[in-house]
């Protein structure tokens, strides 16, 4: 196991080689695509609530996030396109690990859906509409804030 003095030097050096906005040799993505994405995810979450359809819809693109580009993606970029908005290159590794989170509270969301649990689903659904709400307004993601801690680990 890891000592914690050791944990927290390889977390501070991680985060200065890893910035998250200055990285030359990792892949990027446009963080305006990211944060409209985070957006139309909230309103697909809010759906659910309706019409729990909309809760698989959101797995369903959140899954094509991690390994591509997903439907909400492909509207996101268009949308900025033919906005005039310049992009933002980011990191992208930090974005796909935050993805990963938000799949993993999707597939939770549904098994508590198909179970009953109401309580569960509803506080799942507040945790990510929370994390999406301070990706779309607030440009923070939290999940991001973790992955220099979890890409230290993975090593």
Not at 40 to 57: C, E, K, N, Q, R
Not at 85 to 97: D, E, M, S, T
Not at 112 to 138: D, H, V
């Amino acid at each position: 196991m890891y000592h914690p003095a050791t944990l927290s030097l390889c977390y501070a050096v991680s985060m200065k080689k890893n910035t998250h906005r200055h990285s030359t040799h990792q892949a990027k993505v446009d963080e305006n695509v990211v944060r409209l994405n985070s957006l139309l995810t909230i309103f697909l979450v809010l759906a659910g609530f309706s019409y729990p359809l909309f809760w698989v819809l959101a797995t369903l693109d959140i899954a094509f996030r991690i390994f591509g580009s997903s439907p909400i993606t492909v509207l996101s970029r268009l949308i900025i396109k033919s906005s005039g908005i310049k992009p933002v290159l980011i990191a992208a590794a930090p974005k796909k690990f935050a993805a990963k989170i938000a799949f993993g509270l999707m597939i939770l969301m549904l098994i508590c859906q198909y179970f009953g649990f109401t309580a569960g689903n509803n506080i799942l659904a507040g945790i990510l509409i929370t994390a999406l709400s301070l990706e779309s307004f607030f440009r923070y993601c939290f999940a991001c804030t973790l992955y220099p801690l979890f890409s230290v680990l993975r090593k």
